[in-house]
């Protein structure tokens, strides 16, 4: 085996396999190149395979829309402190909301949000930080915007497993890629000033 690049992670490369070099291919054809965070995941794709199914899983049942996906998402990613996820996010709520809202977001400002994203934002930041002190009051929040129980139980789920995916990248040393800073928005860029810097470009 051989070391990757430090913008890569701290492990070294693992042998090929099917399902590795099917991870590469995808994202080659998604991206154009093999993103930190996959080389990271290739160590056991069946285990990235597992989150990614746990997620889906979560939005099916909360019924979630795409957008408040973005917004849970880029709401934990920077209370984590995870600037990977919180660049990646941030850059996608951004095309939708506009740069100032999805900057807001990361730095705890919902007011370019709509009241239900903004109750979103608010649990996906009291889930991530202390989960044990969350509140019956916090739960009546999202149920008086329409949430049922089972929709509740999802977005949690949802918040909880991002936030184990940003763990595993931030503990390992992915850092975000050359490629995906370089497309992201310069408000989105300005308002991460946590996590591990990009890589630089090649």
């Given amino acids: 085996m051989t070391t990757v690049s430090a913008s890569a992670g701290f492990l070294a490369e693992p042998a090929s396999t099917p399902l590795r070099e099917q991870m590469h291919t995808t994202d080659r054809y998604a991206l154009g190149y093999v993103a930190n965070l996959t080389r990271v995941w ?15 899983l979560a939005v099916g ?18 209370v984590a402190g995870d600037s990977y996820c919180s660049i990646a996010w941030g850059s996608k709520l951004a095309a939708t909301a506009g740069e100032q809202a999805a900057a807001g977001v990361l730095t705890g400002d ?5 009241p239900v994203e903004q109750a979103l934002a608010d649990w996906a930041r009291r889930v991530t930080r202390a989960p044990s002190e969350t509140t019956r009051q916090d739960v009546d929040r999202l149920r008086a915007l329409g949430f049922d129980d089972e929709q509740v139980f999802a977005v949690t789920l949802y918040v909880a497993l991002r936030l184990a ?11 975000p890629d050359a490629e995906l800073a370089a497309q992201a ?10 996590g591990r810097p990009p890589a630089t470009p090649s």
């Avoid at 290739?42 to 889906?56: D, F, I, K, R, Y």
């Avoid at 049942?61 to 920077?78: D, I, K, M, S, Y």
């Avoid at 995916?165 to 850092?175: E, I, Q, R, W, Y």
């Fill in 165 to 175: 995916f940003s763990t595993v990248n931030d503990a390992l040393g992915a850092v």
């Fill in 61 to 78: 049942v909360g019924r979630l829309e795409p957008r408040h996906r973005v917004v849970l998402a880029t709401a934990t990613g920077a």
């Fill in 185 to 194: 928005p310069a408000a989105v860029l300005a308002a991460v000033t946590f």
């Fill in 110 to 114: 919902d007011s370019g949000l709509d």
């Fill in 42 to 56: 290739a160590q056991c794709p069946e285990a990235l395979a597992t989150l990614s199914h746990g997620l889906a």
